[in-house]
């Protein structure tokens, strides 16, 4: 799968940014970048090579978790963890996209993983590891800031913890995830903090939503979940933070201050502006855990079988229905496609380019970082491709020559995206051609605009 679908926008634009490996970038923190640097350099500037890294995260985040949940919880609990997580669409589909939540979701597990080993040992030299992997978490993607509150919380809640308190090695800890997370720290004061800006305003951003956020953010959930097991983690997640507030106990503690911050914060987000569909990614795994959990103590041992079988299965489905999909459009009277970003793109590009070769024109001009980035792929680097705003996203990349910014370009995007008022604070000289369609599974394709452009006002 990850070799035969195409890459999504984001996917392209992460490409980029690996092409030029930087201390962090405008939207996310470099681990994306650098992970994507290193499976092209193993397999190659291809899907599967774009992929590698995550689909070898994949595989050490399932690790991960078993063992996680084994100590936690026991060995059944871990296996049924196991199945349980392979099966939500979400983790599914996330295993094989290269993206900032891949990284994210396994330093998240390995963070957990190392807390539950000190649980388990009460040896203090598994504070290194937790500051090792919290720090990486942090170089991924900032949600995993949250992870620190979970951990404070964790230390002061549970009486046995306690003690950790009056050691220095969770401090220790805390200062090696900070001087792994300093280079992100780094970029932002040399960019006048513009990417913690970006991300940490959303707090402040506030948008109508008459209540349909906080709907979209129940049913996209209970979709990616896949409906049976979202209903047996809602269950398992209330049991198993009752038990934390009853009884104190370690494991049920972790489990509630690893999931239902983070929850809070997004539910609170969907009351003023829309939570998108992988930002609660890391809670993925350990609500997992909470179903199997609620398999193992909330359902009638009658029923338990036929509950799991029904659970995986009905996961299983979903994300087979997704990635079928994905591959080949299951209907063609589709007016919209999430996934229709990823198709069409080599034979499209290969028709962009054709025109800008009749028009005479040097390069091909954008005004979004996902046909930029795509363009930037399918032309594999050979046409010289500009964004011609947003130039902070390509701030550590290097600019277009200014002889070929001089020259005549072709100016493409999405018809419901064009910006001729920014063509008109560019160039001198603007001439619309007629749009051009991408097939993308939808009935009529993706339209796009298409200019001539030339004489630049700033050379």
């Known amino acids: 799968m990850a070799a035969n679908i195409g890459l999504s926008n984001d ?29 092209r350099s193993l397999v190659g500037d291809t899907p599967l090579g774009i992929r590698f890294g995550t689909v070898v995260l994949y595989l050490v985040g399932g690790l991960a978790l078993f063992r996680t949940a084994n100590l936690l919880y026991g060995f059944e609990v871990a296996v049924a963890s196991c199945w349980i997580a392979l099966a939500m669409p979400l983790l599914a589909v996330g295993g094989i996209l290269a993206s ?37 978490g942090l170089l991924s993607k900032y949600t995993n800031v949250f992870l620190g509150a979970s951990i404070l919380l964790w230390l002061v809640a549970v009486p046995n913890n306690i003690k950790w308190l009056r050691s220095p090695l969770p401090w220790i800890a ?19 903090w513009v990417s913690f800006s970006k991300q940490f305003g959303r707090v402040a951003q506030s948008n109508a939503s008459n209540g349909h956020f906080e709907i979209e953010l129940i049913l996209t959930n209970l979709g990616l979940a896949s409906p049976v097991i979202a209903v047996l983690a809602i269950a398992g997640l209330y049991g198993v933070a009752r038990s934390a507030i009853a009884r104190r106990g370690s494991s049920d503690f972790l489990v509630s201050a690893v999931v239902l911050p983070m929850l809070a914060y997004f539910v609170i987000h969907a009351l003023h502006d829309r939570v998108h569909f992988n930002w609660l990614a890391p809670a993925y795994p350990f609500l997992a855990i909470c179903a199997a959990r609620a398999l193992d103590l909330q359902v009638a041992e009658r029923r338990r079988w036929p509950t799991y079988v029904s659970a995986i299965a009905t996961g299983f489905v979903f994300t087979a229905v997704i990635f079928a999909h994905a591959l080949q459009p299951l209907s063609g009277s589709l007016k919209s496609d999430a996934l229709g970003e990823t198709r069409g793109w080599k034979n499209f590009a290969s028709v962009v380019d054709g025109l800008r070769q009749r028009e005479g024109a040097a390069w091909i001009a954008t005004s979004q970082f996902g046909t930029n980035a795509q363009f930037s792929y399918s032309l594999s680097e050979r046409v010289p491709v500009a964004q011609l705003n947003d130039s902070i996203r390509y701030v550590d990349m290097p600019p277009l020559a200014p002889d070929v910014r001089k020259q005549p370009a072709l100016y493409v995007e999405l018809a419901n995206r064009a910006d001729a008022s920014l063509l008109q604070q560019q160039f001198k000289r603007i001439t619309p051609l007629a749009p051009i369609w991408r097939a ?20």
């Open 11 to 39: 996917e392209a634009y992460y490409r980029l940014w690996s092409l030029h490996p930087a201390l962090s970038y405008f939207d996310h923190p470099p681990m994306v970048a650098w992970i994507i640097a290193a499976g």
């Open 100 to 136: 900032p939540d891949s990284p994210s979701v396994l330093f998240w597990i390995l963070t957990v993983w190392a807390l539950a080993e000190l649980q388990r040992s009460q040896k203090g030299i598994w504070w290194l590891a937790v500051g090792l992997f919290a720090g990486c």
């Open 174 to 192: 805390g200062l090696v995830a900070a001087l792994l997370a300093a280079p992100v720290v780094i970029w932002n004061f040399e960019h006048d």
């Open 440 to 459: 993308d599974g939808t009935v009529s394709g993706a339209q796009y605009s298409v200019y001539l452009v030339s004489d630049p006002v700033v050379p």
